[in-house]
T-cell receptor, first 112, second 110 residues
Framework: DAGVTQSPTHLIKTRGQHVTLRCSPISGHKSVSWYQQVLGQGPQFIFQYYEKEERGRGNFPDRFSARQFPNYSSELNVNALLLGDSALYLC???????????FGDGTRLSIL | GQNIDQPTEMTATEGAIVQINCTYQTSGFNGLFWYQQHAGEAPTFLSYNVLDGLEEKGRFSSFLSRSKGYSYLLLKELQMKDSASYLCAVKASGTYKYIFGTGTRLKVLA
């Protein structure tokens, strides 16, 4: 079975632009979470979606938004990009929100 | 507040046993997870504890004491490929947030 897939793998943007990151969960997983990881730190929780509804939100500004589609795939959108948004963005899926999460390989976002 | 503490770095020798500790303070508790992350790669799930006690999975074991807010990951028969960061994460009850520690960088020496 395919694992969690994310696209693109790498992305370079400039300040002020917006970006959309995509995630396909493991087949049968209904919960998708997004994390931001900067070098030397653990992943920071951004959002969790379950059955297309937002179930949790971390301490990120409103420039960050997400959604989940009927097929359980998800998008993370970031507007008005700042240099500090440069990070590895990880998507994780699980069958439901209480079970261990499985991560995709991430999207490495660089802001110039 | 919510806080997770892990040592920043540890070094051990191939074939040895190493214990990585994790202490946490969260508003409620609904499970503790350990992940392995090699440099430049995504975290890989290792173990999950929700009740007190020891969970064993091959060379890896994880222990939890909820009353002490404490867990450890035990790695036996260390191999060079075990050199990685080990992340402790807690899911607080009543929320859907997973809180990760900063990770422990383990170096395994020949």
């Amino acid at each position: 079975d395919a694992g969690v897939t994310q696209s693109p793998t790498h992305l370079i943007k400039t300040r002020g632009q917006h970006v959309t990151l995509r995630c396909s969960p493991i087949s049968g997983h209904k919960s998708v979470s997004w994390y931001q990881q900067v070098l030397g730190q653990g992943p920071q929780f951004i959002f969790q979606y379950y059955e297309k509804e937002e179930r949790g939100r971390g301490n990120f500004p409103d420039r960050f938004s997400a959604r989940q589609f009927p097929n359980y795939s998800s998008e993370l959108n970031v507007n008005a990009l700042l240099l500090g948004d440069s990070a590895l963005y990880l998507c994780a899926s699980s069958p439901d929100s209480d079970q261990p999460q499985h991560f995709g390989d991430g999207t490495r976002l660089s802001i110039l | 507040g919510q806080n997770i503490d892990q040592p920043t770095e540890m070094t051990a020798t191939e074939g040895a046993i190493v214990q990585i500790n994790c202490t946490y303070q969260t508003s409620g508790f609904n499970g503790l997870f350990w992940y392995q992350q090699h440099a430049g790669e995504a975290p890989t799930f290792l173990s999950y504890n929700v009740l007190d006690g020891l969970e064993e999975k091959g060379r890896f074991s994880s222990f939890l004491s909820r009353s002490k807010g404490y867990s450890y990951l035990l790695l036996k028969e260390l191999q060079m490929k075990d050199s990685a960061s080990y992340l402790c994460a807690v899911k607080a009850s009543g929320t859907y947030k997973y809180i990760f520690g900063t990770g422990t960088r383990l170096k395994v020496l020949a």
